[in-house]
Each structure stands twice: as structure tokens, then as C-alpha cells.
């Protein structure tokens, strides 16, 4: 029982699934192509790779058609479960199997029966892929619709910096999360908070490193999903870049890093105006992301990194003896602007 109502969990390949179940478009929202493409491209990244996948349990509806025997429960003929939770997972799943389906097909009519031998061995492993489910056997469609609103307004997502520790469908929160464990002996990084503290003694945490990376190589300062597409470099030479800009904090900041309160350094504003700076010269300068990296040195001559800098003082606020506002687009790009102009001066 949940919430006072009957409720079969149970577990079927999707092969099964996918025969006795429909979408009432009276209760649920109309299919997003995008949010279905990517859920796709997951699940077929996952097969190709040999990964294991998982998905939270689909809910469904029965709607009374579901009847409890002494063999254990029966779907009566003729009758479907209708889905409340779930929809783009589900079309997602058939969408794979039909991309694959097609190119076993062109494998096959180009003689390269090994390779349709082996997308025949992904379609077989989606087909029988079993579909954690629940079952509510006697909702009325109103109850339906109001299990679907409550189901997508009131679930809340995933905490970003959880996101970036566990999730594998993203090449940035890997890389991020490589680059963590190689620098845990140098660096305190935060592996779950995104937003960091006065008190924490972290230097910054796995969602800003994730969003300096996505500076660094892309020079996009806002949201950014989907696979990643590293600009005026080799995608082989990344990891090795990446680790080279977060060393680099070591020999440019302060000793004391960390103290928010007494430096600014540990501010997720100037640690992602610095990557968008390295950005800025490979494609201004036509200088390499290790020689942008190296030029940053220079900021030491520039700047003391402290709250009360001239070079913030378009961001501080006497008040507080602090800066603020740092972390905003406009300002990420105005600091950027500022540490170019400083190591311009180092070229004349």
C-alpha cells in the first residue's frame, strides 16, 4: 500500500513492457524529442561501452485491468497499463532498439556480418533489460493525473554537486572527477557542496571545477549539457591541460588560498574568470592552453588577490570588506577582461 492505494512492484524485461503498455495523453504531457534524444544517446553510449545503466522504477496505471490469481498476477487480454512516470525512459528504449535495428541493417547489406552479429548482441541486452515497475491497480484517472502533477512538480533534482560525483552520461563531470582524485594531495576540493562556506576549508569543489573546464575548453560561462567539444586543442591533450591550469592555482594564489574571508581566491567567480582568460588567449592569441596556462603567472605582479585589490574594485563592497556579485556572466567576463589587460602589459 502507498499513499492508501494498492500497489503491485514487480520487474519485467522491456521486450514484455513494451507490448502492454500505453500513453494517455489525457493524463500525462506530450513527449520532448530532446529530453527522449538524450536519454537515447545514454543508453546507447552505456550498451557500446559494455556500461551498466540503471533507472529509477516506472510507475503505471492499471486501471483495474490487473487481477491477482493463484499463479501470482495476470494482465487480463486485451487490457494495458498506462504510464504516469516514465514515458521518455520508455520511448527512449524503443528508440535505441529502431537506431540500432538500422544500422544491423546497413551492416548487413554491406556484408559485415560481424559487426550486425555484435549490434544484434545491444539489441537482445535492451530487449530483455528488466524494467523495475510499480503498479497502481486501482487509481481513477483523476487520481492518475494528480499522482503524474504531483510526481513532476514536487521531485526534486539531484544536488549539482552530487550530479558531478556519480553521473557518467556527462565527459565533463568524468574529467572532473579524474582530475579530483589526482589532486586530492594538493588540493582540498569540496566532493559533494557546490556552494562553498566562509568556514569550509576547501579551495573550491567538483561543480566549479566542472564549470572552469567548460570555460577553459569551450569559453561557455552558462549551463552547458550534452557531449563535450573542446576548441583549439587536441581532445587527447584535455586531461593533461586540465590538470595543468588547477597546478597552476598552487603557484598563483596565496598560501592561504582557501580564506575567503582574507582572499578572493577561493571565489568561484575568479577561479572560473581565470580558465575563461586561458580560453580568451588560445583564441585571441593563437597561443596554446599549456602557454596561457604559463602566462597567468604574471597575475602574481598584478595582483594580491586580496578583497581590497584594485583590480575588484568594481565588485567590492565597503560594507562587508568584501567582494560580491562575482560569480554573475557579465562579471566573470569583466574579470577576465581586467587579468588579459594585466598580462598584456607583460608583452610590451
Sequence with gaps: MQFGKKVLV?????????ANFEVDHEVQRKLDPK????????????????????????????????KETNEGWILDPGSKIFILDGQHRAKAFLSAISNLNSKKESAE???????????????????????????YLNLSQQEERQLFTDTNTERKEAHVGLIVQYDHRDEYNELTRNLASQLEYKLEIEQKLSRLTNQSSAVTSLA????????????????????????????????????????????????QMENRKKYVSGLTGIQI??????????RNQSTTHMEAIEKLIALKK???????????TH??????????????????????????????????
Excluded at 586531461?239 to 598560501?255: G, Q
Excluded at 595582483?303 to 581590497?308: F, G
Excluded at 567576463?333 to 588579459?340: A, E, G, V
Design 10 to 18: 514487480t520487474q519485467l524485461p522491456f521486450k514484455t513492457l513494451e
Design 35 to 66: 529530453r527522449r534524444f538524450e536519454i537515447r544517446e545514454y543508453i546507447l553510449k552505456c550498451i557500446e561501452k559494455n556500461e551498466d545503466f540503471y533507472f529509477s522504477p516506472f510507475i503505471f496505471s492499471s486501471r483495474s485491468g490487473i
Design 109 to 135: 547489406e554491406f556484408g559485415n556480418f560481424d559487426e550486425a552479429e555484435k549490434i544484434q548482441t545491444y539489441i537482445d541486452k535492451l530487449k530483455n533489460y528488466p524494467i523495475a515497475m510499480q503498479i
Design 208 to 255: 566549479i571545477m566542472r564549470r572552469c573546464l567548460i570555460a577553459l575548453f569551450e569559453g561557455v560561462l552558462g549551463a552547458k549539457n550534452g557531449e563535450a567539444y573542446p576548441r583549439n586543442c587536441k581532445p587527447s591533450d584535455v586531461p593533461i591541460i586540465s590538470k595543468a591550469f588547477f597546478e597552476m592555482w598552487i603557484r598563483l594564489f596565496p598560501r
Design 273 to 282: 574568470a581565470l580558465a575563461y582568460t586561458v580560453y580568451q588567449l588560445t
Design 302 to 312: 598584478h595582483c594580491t588577490w586580496k578583497h581590497t585589490d584594485p583590480l575588484f
Design 315 to 348: 565588485l567590492y563592497d565597503p560594507t562587508s570588506g568584501r567582494i560580491k556579485n562575482h560569480s554573475s556572466i557579465t562579471a566573470i567576463q569583466k574579470l577576465s577582461l581586467i587579468f588579459l589587460s594585466k598580462l598584456e602589459l607583460e608583452r610590451k
